[in-house]
Nanobody, 121 residues
Framework: QVQLVESGGGLVQPGGSLRLSCVASGSIVSINTMGWYRQAPGRQRELVATIPRYGSINYGDSVKGRFTISRDNAKNTVALQMNSLKPEDTAAYYC???????????????WGQGTQVTVSS
């Protein structure tokens, strides 16, 4: 059974930094795209950043130049370095991976349970 677990959330002051991590465990054959999404209360879940196994990284417009996504294929992990944080970055952050869990099973999307990021003075 595949599980995604995020870590690194917390409370930070405006202008500060946080680093989120997400690790996938279980039976995994291969992982294509990894990504981060966020959802603030009363708002729809939105794209933060995605990183394919091959190809270009994509960032949401509101985080370009401040956030950096990276991945470690050997460890099945994706990280999000968040700098110059703003109060409007406050949200629950979720990682998502598109992966093949077993050779006989189809590629599917998997989500983590989320980690809270609060930016406040």
């Amino acid at each position: 059974q595949v599980q995604l677990v995020e870590s690194g959330g917390g409370l930070v002051q405006p202008g500060g930094s946080l680093r989120l991590s997400c690790v996938a465990s279980g039976s995994i054959v291969s992982i294509n795209t990894m990504g981060w999404y966020r959802q603030a209360p009363g708002r729809q879940r939105e794209l933060v950043a995605t990183i394919p196994r091959y190809g270009s990284i994509n960032y949401g417009d509101s985080v370009k130049g401040r956030f950096t996504i990276s991945r470690d294929n050997a460890k099945n992990t994706v990280a999000l370095q968040m700098n110059s944080l703003k109060p409007e970055d406050t949200a629950a952050y979720y990682c998502k991976m598109f992966l093949q869990p077993e050779p006989s099973r189809p590629w599917s999307e998997y989500w983590g349970q989320g980690t809270q990021v609060t930016v406040s003075s």
